[in-house]
């Protein structure tokens, strides 16, 4: 008698578990993610915030290595040319920028999809990508935190997590600066 109290005890078990399985959705860390909720770039007109385009050149040596980087908030206009991995800055222009002229800007490359995500992207982490072009990384920062980056590379076969309409947005953060391509035009990336 003591083998089928025992018997029934586990097949009661294995029940218990398999119903708390199917309750719970069986996939503990699908249930362990949270998703994040979709950035809508308008909400952070009025914050401190900037968005960056970065264009960083293929991979090679530190002193040949070139980057371009594209800041852009209420106040300032940023574009850098960097030399290397470790951002020494070549060439820098800043300039004055309106709150008026941001939210234009910001609405614009919202349009655009800048905040659009390929979330079925394999590769999450573009270095190393492409190494004989280039990368785009589009960045979203408020009160110095980033809250979104995306990238894309030059390399259509490598797909990146950036999914918004890439030659928009390119074009409209290059306008931000008068004469960028009379700027970069040395620049070899």
């Given at each position: 008698m003591t083998a089928r109290y025992f018997a029934t005890f586990i097949a009661v078990v294995v029940l218990l578990v398999f119903g708390v399985v199917l309750l719970t959705g069986g996939d503990?860390?699908?249930?362990?993610?949270?998703?994040?909720?979709?950035?809508?770039?308008?909400?952070?007109?009025?914050?401190?915030?900037?968005?960056?385009?970065?264009?960083?050149?293929k991979a090679n040596a530190e002193e040949l290595h070139r980057v371009i980087?594209?800041?852009i908030s209420p106040n300032q206009r940023v574009m850098d040319v960097i030399q290397g991995y470790n951002n020494t800055v070549l060439q820098n222009v800043?300039?004055?920028?309106?709150?008026a002229s941001y939210d234009t800007f910001m609405r614009s490359i919202a349009s655009s999809g800048f905040t659009r995500e390929n979330k079925g992207a394999k590769q999450k982490d573009e270095r190393g990508l492409c190494p004989l072009g280039q990368r785009f990384i589009f960045e979203l920062h408020e009160n110095g935190e980033q809250k979104q980056r995306l990238w894309k590379t030059s390399c259509g076969s490598t797909g990146g997590t950036f999914a918004g309409n890439f030659s928009t947005v390119r074009t409209l953060f290059q306008r931000q600066i008068p004469d960028f391509d009379k700027q970069t035009a040395g620049v070899q990336l």
């Open positions: 503990s860390k699908e249930a362990t993610t949270a998703q994040k909720a979709p950035i809508t770039l308008a909400d952070y007109i009025d914050k401190n915030s900037e968005v960056t385009m970065t264009i960083d050149g980087r594209v800041k800043t300039l004055t920028n309106s709150k």
